[in-house]
């Protein structure tokens, strides 16, 4: 069996995403920190997590991804990381070459 987050067992059992609160107002979450997945609703409350949390707000581009929560988003995020490693390698190879 897999194993599957509550969440994502409302959203199946219901047929629509579930309602998750915000963790700092516990008003209705529009967003999630991607680097933890803390729900949000506003500005003010991302603000007040990263300051009472010890978090960036920016998610680890190189922890392990399982391939059953690999989506669209992962690999375009993958994409991307994957563009901006071969331009920074470029980029080193343009600027030793201009070195005399």
């Known amino acids: 069996a897999t194993w599957r987050s509550p969440r994502s067992m409302q959203e199946a059992e219901s047929g629509r995403p579930a309602r998750t609160r915000c963790a700092a107002c516990s008003r209705e ?3 999630r920190c991607p680097a933890c997945d ?14 009472t949390k010890p978090c ?15 989506d669209d988003r992962t690999l375009l995020s993958d994409y991307h990381f994957l563009e901006s490693a071969m331009q920074s390698v470029e ?7 201009a070195v005399p």
């Open 56 to 70: 960036t707000g920016k998610r680890d581009l190189t922890t392990f991804c399982a391939i059953g929560d690999f």
């Open 38 to 51: 803390m729900p949000s609703c506003s500005l003010a409350c991302v603000k007040q997590h990263k300051t």
């Open 29 to 31: 979450a529009k967003y």
């Open 91 to 97: 980029s080193a190879g343009r600027a030793a070459a």
